[in-house]
């Protein structure tokens, strides 16, 4: 019977892996560097945690199953339910600011297609305790300290950056009612991925006036520094209003000072879909080819409260193994894998093969990697499984040319050798040779 | 409304993570110094999958669930089918001997009680394509290898070897039917764990004659070499016996020769329980108060060929962070983790932050951990901050005691301090002061 992965899954093998690796390496060193520390829940929790935060609507995109007792439990789609549900249990003894990342793998009940898949990995930043405009910028900026380690600059991403509360200033200030807020948002959040007539309709089916919909439209997207002058030139006089578009000032002029404003814009084009965003918003967006969001987030300071937690101020962001790997192949910054051992080790005859496994012992305690063959075989059919292994050097146990406590040491690439001792090889195997 | 995990599931706090890391760092160093390769597959399969290597039966210890397109899916709960379906979709291609390792996240739809989690991790070492002893020997070390890298010595875990087609020439000798064998393995398997007449009962169930009994009584437990000469001679004139005999005593050979022959025993009470094994089978056995297997593996030359693959010989073993976890400490050697920063930059006055923030991102560029107070404060609660968060150096921007490009630098555990400039600072933020 054959068997196959199911569709939207995918199998790691070596090189994949080592992909996946190369990401995630990057990932925990960034998250590390700006003094985030690790966290994981549970692949899966109560049904009821998605409910709560996303609504009865989640439930067709989620696999969920019962347990034994008969309850409803979920495969998770997301990491923030888990994570607020964590704070919330131990929010009175945490540290504050709780600077936490997770590398969770997901899974959503996806129709599979090209570029959706149903498992995926992402990579989870988030700042709890904390409301100002600081905790933004150091979220932006730990998402832009990872577009740096991997080579990409802002001609391959760029943070589009807007603010929740500046557009509900925008809506009320257009006279809509806070209840249309939330299919609006859906709605300005398909705006780039529709046609402007099918946009301009769909405001029209939320019940928004000619007036309306000019001051919506004259938003624009992508937009800068100019977007911004024009949204505090339209809510002049609203203080409230003014206060909400100084912290999105405050935030790009610490985004300069933290050395990454280049990669950073205000566009009004970016609100995010979910519906639990309350502040700042941020988008990451490949260029090239690409055109599409690669990393998404913002200030959501109801959640932990939703899930029975104090009320607590909450800034994060999220992005998946799946675009990131489009977006460095796009850009050509994936670079090749090729699996190498440090140390081949060969008997020129069988009879040294018990000084081989001693050798190969000795290494991998020094914390080389080194291996052998598995049968015996003469020199140069080892020599040829040493090549095909990607062996950086061979150590050749061979008494006639090396007697005593020597070996020969050949480098693969220069093809040179020596005869060293076995101390001098243990104090350095990558000694000139 | 309050959340809790699901009852067997486990939340990683940051020292709940720490520890789990801490292990997984050990397992991804052993498994990668013996030339193993990461590969990974999906977390849900088709249950399929688990009912051909398994039985009907495995179906009530999986969670399971349809997806939109109604096929029957499960969460893994191990990893071995998905390695043999892995290695049967790409056989030919693959270079012969696959070393292949994993970290795989798993669930089983156990009731929860103690020591029983629904979700573990597991560490999977296999070699795929190779027969010999050499093979078996080899994942022996790799095991022995991970418990000296976390300090384990022989009084604290010992690695019982058994061979199942040394168990087979036992029992056809004391006149069963093969089609007897893995009802008498299951009853071998569980003979430590039950009280002698319970398990002498079993074998009377099984339908063993009195001196079938006494024969599988006679082989004993934890016998070492005394238990190999006793086997030896009771399958004298057996010449298949003898080579299998023989192919286990060249496995110990070649583990002392590797260097971990001190952990290694064979015991005939080890069968293992799974229905799969073919030949040598293993298990680490923690000692102390644990007195319980915590690894386990052998050899399986049948599966890849049950999922559709070639015939290919194959022998691994895995083991889970849980029990390894509970074997470190009980003989309390998991080190005590302490979040640290590598660097707290503070402000003397709020007309300083801004350079806090640029010499921020310069030492995270330079991958070093670095971190800020989010509120401007005076400098006495900024440096218990720092104390706080475990930062080891402090560096303090404060032009008038460290005017132009010079900063103070204060080691935390030292209490010294020494004005320096940002070059060297850079240079080594760590040299003494």
Not at 132 to 159: N, Q, S, T
Request: net charge neutral; hydrophobic share 45%.
């Amino acid at each position: 019977m054959k068997f196959q992965a199911v569709k939207g899954t995918r199998d790691f093998y070596p090189e994949d892996m080592a992909v996946r690796n190369w990401i995630f390496e990057r990932w925990h060193r960034v998250a590390r560097r700006s003094g985030f520390v690790e966290v994981d829940g549970p692949i899966f929790e109560y049904l009821d945690l998605y409910r709560v935060k996303s609504g009865e609507g989640i439930v067709s995109e989620l696999f969920h199953f019962e347990d034994r007792g008969g309850r409803a439990l979920a495969i998770r789609p997301e990491m923030t339910p888990t994570l607020a549900r964590m704070v919330a249990a131990r929010a009175p003894s945490l540290t504050r600011p709780i600077k936490w990342y997770s590398v969770p793998r997901l899974c959503r009940a996806e129709r599979p297609q090209r570029g959706r898949l149903r498992e995926f990995f992402q990579w989870n930043v988030d700042i709890i305790g904390e409301k100002g405009p600081l905790a933004d910028a150091e979220c932006i900026y730990v998402a832009v300290d990872f577009f740096r380690e991997c080579g990409l600059k802002p001609e391959h991403v760029v943070v589009k950056i807007n603010s929740r509360a500046v557009m509900a200033d925008v809506l009320r200030h257009a006279g809509f009612a806070p209840e249309q807020f939330d299919a609006l948002y859906a709605a300005l959040d398909r705006r780039e991925r529709v046609p402007a007539e099918v946009f301009e309709e769909s405001l029209g089916a939320l019940g928004a006036t000619r007036a309306q919909k000019e001051i919506v439209l004259a938003l624009g997207t992508q937009n800068g520094p100019a977007g911004l002058q024009k949204v505090t030139a339209l809510l002049t006089g609203d203080d409230a209003a003014q206060v909400h578009l100084a912290q999105v000032g405050e935030c790009f002029a610490l985004l300069d000072k933290l050395g990454v404003g280049e990669y950073c814009r205000f566009d009004t084009g970016v609100v995010r879909g979910l519906a639990y965003y309350t502040g700042l918003v941020f988008e990451g967006y490949g260029m090239g080819g690409l055109q599409r969001a690669i990393c998404g987030g913002g200030r959501y300071d109801q959640l932990i409260s939703t899930v029975g937690g104090p009320p607590l101020p909450a800034v994060g962001f999220a992005t998946s193994d799946v675009v990131i790997q489009d977006l460095l192949v796009e850009f050509g910054l994936l670079p090749e894998f090729q699996d190498k051992v440090d140390l081949f080790v060969i008997d020129a005859a069988p009879e040294q093969f018990e000084r081989v496994l001693s050798l190969v012992d000795i290494l991998r305690r020094a914390n080389y990697s080194a291996v052998f063959a598995y049968r015996r075989q003469p020199l140069g059919r080892q020599l040829k499984a040493a090549a095909a292994r990607g062996a950086r050097r061979v150590v050749i146990v061979d008494p006639l040319t090396a007697p005593g406590e020597q070996v020969i040491l050949k480098d693969m690439e220069s093809g040179r050798q020596a005869v060293v001792t076995v101390d001098s090889l243990m104090a350095d195997p990558f000694a000139t040779i």
